[in-house]
């Protein structure tokens, strides 16, 4: 089955910029989809479709796919951007939805 | 207001039955594919099952193939999961969540509820 490599956990200053990787086999060939969750929480959709951005989720947030990798970038990162991140595609190939095992963003 | 409502969680104990259920509003609930998503405590979200806007197609995780149902209620905009033979290790809260995509490859979820916890445990 598929599988999404996601680094456990990211740091980054205020103010700072944030990138979030999600690695697969050729993931540049399909759609990627990343959500936020906060504790206690259920997961919001930040970014579909590899770059676009939900009304509602500021411009701050912003996707790229390519090769084997998709990044999830946070500009000027603010506090209340602390958060699990999680990558997500659908496997056709094997009829699967699939996620990301999640990055925890620690803003310091 | 577009939202999802999650019921039916609790205590059961191994080897048995739960079903939970999602009430949707503000949205043509009849309109969408919908999906059930879960997360064990601690841990990352896990796809469980997708169901067609007619109810006649249905995707599952191997993981729960043959002993979990997911149907729906287009007339009480409601969707269900029916979990038989249950076991510890789907201890997790579930979330019932709203599939969106052009194409199947292309699927997100788009609308999530707030979850309901089923813990299994003797």
């Known amino acids: 089955s598929y599988v999404l490599t996601q680094p456990p956990s990211v740091s980054v200053a205020p103010g700072k910029t944030a990138r979030i990787t999600c690695g697969g086999n050729?993931?540049?060939?399909?759609?990627v989809h990343w959500y936020q969750q906060k504790p206690g929480q259920a997961p919001v959709l930040v970014i579909y479709?590899?770059?676009d951005r939900p009304s509602g989720i500021p411009e701050r947030f912003s996707g790229s796919n390519s090769g084997n990798t998709a990044t999830l970038t946070i500009s000027r990162v603010e506090a209340g951007d602390e958060a699990d991140y999680y990558c997500?595609?659908?496997?056709?190939?094997?009829?699967?939805?699939?996620f990301g095992g999640g990055t925890k963003l620690t803003v310091l | 207001e577009v939202q999802l409502v999650e019921s039916g969680g609790g205590l059961v104990q191994p080897g048995g039955s739960l079903r939970l259920s999602c009430a949707a509003s503000?949205?043509?609930?009849?309109?969408?594919?919908m999906s059930w998503v879960r997360q064990a405590p601690g841990k990352g979200l896990e796809w469980v099952a997708n169901i067609k806007q007619d109810g006649s197609e249905k995707y599952y995780v191997d993981s729960v193939k043959g002993r979990f149902t997911i149907s729906r209620d287009n007339a009480k905009n409601s969707l269900y999961l029916q979990m038989n033979s249950l076991r510890a290790e789907d201890t997790a809260v579930y979330y019932c969540?709203?599939?969106?995509?052009?194409?199947?490859?292309?699927?997100?979820?788009?609308?999530w509820g707030r979850g309901t916890l089923v813990t299994v445990s003797s």
């Open positions: 050729n993931i540049g060939s399909k759609s």
């Open positions: 503000g949205f043509t609930f009849s309109s969408y594919w």
């Open positions: 969540a709203r599939v969106r995509g052009l194409t199947v490859a292309y699927w997100y979820f788009d609308l």
């Open positions: 479709y590899d770059s």
């Open positions: 997500q595609v659908w496997d056709s190939s094997s009829d699967l939805g699939v």
